[in-house]
């Protein structure tokens, strides 16, 4: 279902909340990194950059996507594995865990967290980012669209994506399980070039489900519907198109021995 290439498009964008989150991950020398739902690879890799000694380890359950992120392997101590991140489990102790705009596919995530605390080492950290736009008319006309009389019958069982929950729900949940918790949201406004870029970027996530459903034709028919809803909700302007995009941000630290540096939990907004 998941296209690389189409997923890289906006591939700036799409690594600047990543950078932001992981950003706020204070582990030091970490030995074990897991990057959860890694899709191609490319911000795995990154993670590798920031700790050289660690022993990195990608995650995704897209044969499209760990094919992809495989031609990264030469790298030293990074590896990849296709596996549904709701079943797998590591080996051993993880020092960093981050996933990266992947949960909002998963029903009923929030319950996946303690289990995933389970698996950090003392003093280690899980970090996440996931969008929380499904209000915006990107997500609306298309749910709209899907259930309408043309494409119910086609696309009433699609999985579309199911957002983000508040960033209190995260905090409750991981100060539960023992952590230090910073939980903000951001709203981006990406300005995006091109003909029809939020088809297009649409195209890498949001409507891949209904992609892989329709054939060549039903999907022409369905894009030229979307795309004019997209070009009246977002019009473009002499400089480009204006892409407002909400994103909601945990990172969970679970505490090391008693010497270790005792934090706060945080809820904040942040705007860029």
């Known amino acids: 279902?998941?296209?690389?290439g189409q997923y890289r498009r906006f591939a700036g964008e799409r690594a600047r909340p990543f950078a932001e989150l992981t950003a706020r991950i204070g582990a030091g020398e970490p030995r074990t990194v897991v990057d959860l739902g890694c899709g191609p690879g490319d911000l795995t890799v990154d993670l590798s950059r920031r700790w050289p000694g660690a022993a990195v380890h990608g995650v995704d359950s897209s044969a499209e996507m760990i094919e992809a992120a495989r031609n990264?392997?030469?790298q030293p101590a990074i590896s990849f594995e296709l596996a549904d991140l709701r079943d797998w489990e590591p080996a051993c102790p993880v020092d960093v865990?981050?996933?990266n705009a992947v949960?909002?596919?998963v029903?009923?995530?929030l319950g996946l967290l303690p289990r995933w605390v389970s698996w950090l080492s003392a003093g280690g950290w899980l970090a996440f980012q996931l969008p929380g736009n499904f209000d915006q008319p990107s997500h609306t006309a298309l749910a709209e669209m899907a259930a309408s009389p043309r494409w119910r019958s086609l696309l009433g069982a699609s999985a579309f994506t199911r957002q983000a929950g508040d960033p209190a729900e995260y905090l409750d949940s991981l100060t539960a399980a023992g952590c230090q918790v910073d939980a903000w949201e951001t709203t981006y406004l990406h300005v995006l070039s091109g003909a029809d870029p939020v088809v297009e970027w649409a195209k890498g996530t949001a409507l891949r489900p209904v992609l892989a459903v329709l054939d060549d034709a039903q999907?022409?028919?369905f894009?030229?519907?979307y795309r004019e809803r997209m070009r009246k909700a977002y019009p473009a302007r002499p400089f480009g198109t204006v892409l407002p995009f909400r994103r909601v941000f945990v990172v969970a630290h679970r505490p090391g021995d008693a010497s270790a540096e005792r934090g706060t939990s945080l809820v904040g907004r942040s705007g860029h």
Do not use: Y
């Open 97 to 99: 865990i981050t996933c």
């Open 219 to 221: 999907a022409a028919e």
């Open 1 to 4: 279902m998941w296209d690389p």
């Open 103 to 105: 949960l909002q596919w």
């Open 107 to 109: 029903p009923g995530h």
């Open 72 to 74: 990264l392997e030469e």
């Open 223 to 225: 894009l030229a519907g």
